[in-house]
């Protein structure tokens, strides 16, 4: 069929033909409260493995190394990987890992359980400790903070 000659037909913009655009997602801020957990996870394991070491390098080196091979070296193992465990589960926390949300309500659970073996006091703060931590890492907030990387980036794409 022979096309009419002349110029070409001018289409007009009608913004009700066209399809509305999701809007893009944006980055999930870190909440507030999980930053300062975190770095109370960090601050309290990195200072406990400092407060073993540090007295290593002084003067009082022969009985600060005493003092840390009277705990025998399995409890000494156990106290700083404990310790190591709390830093590793504040940076997984401070990268929006799941799991290291999951390690410091397992740490916490295990002190609370340590607690028991000592004061009353001691083990009602450990509990009102282990409480709030809760709270903050799985509030509904904080859920959606640690959604997988992987369901991020399809997220992404789908708004795309």
Same mark, same amino acid.
């Given at each position: ?71 025998? =070296?399995?409890?000494? #193992? %156990? ?11 504040? !940076?997984? @926390? *401070?990268? +929006? ?18 607690? =028991?073996?000592?004061? #009353? %006091? ?11 931590? !809760?709270? @903050? *890492?799985? +509030? ?21």
């Amino acid at each position: 069929m022979p096309q009419p000659e002349g110029p070409p037909a001018v289409r007009t913009y009608d913004p009700s033909t066209v399809p509305p655009q999701r809007p893009v997602p944006q980055p999930t801020r870190r909440p507030r409260a999980i930053v300062a957990a975190a770095w109370v996870f960090i601050v309290v394991g990195a200072g406990g493995i400092l407060k073993d070491l540090l007295p290593l390098l002084g003067s009082g080196a022969a009985s600060a190394r005493e003092g840390l091979l009277a705990e025998g =070296l399995v409890g000494l #193992a %156990l106290i700083w990987t404990v310790r190591l465990l709390a830093v590793i589960g504040g !940076a997984l @926390v *401070l990268n +929006r890992s799941n799991s290291g949300r999951w390690l410091l309500a397992v740490w916490m659970a295990f002190h609370v359980g340590l607690s =028991l073996f000592h004061s #009353a %006091l001691q083990a009602a703060l450990h509990v009102a400790i282990f409480s709030a931590l !809760a709270y @903050v *890492l799985f +509030r509904h907030q904080a859920s959606s903070y640690f959604v997988p990387s992987r369901a991020r980036r399809a997220q992404a794409k789908v708004a795309q």
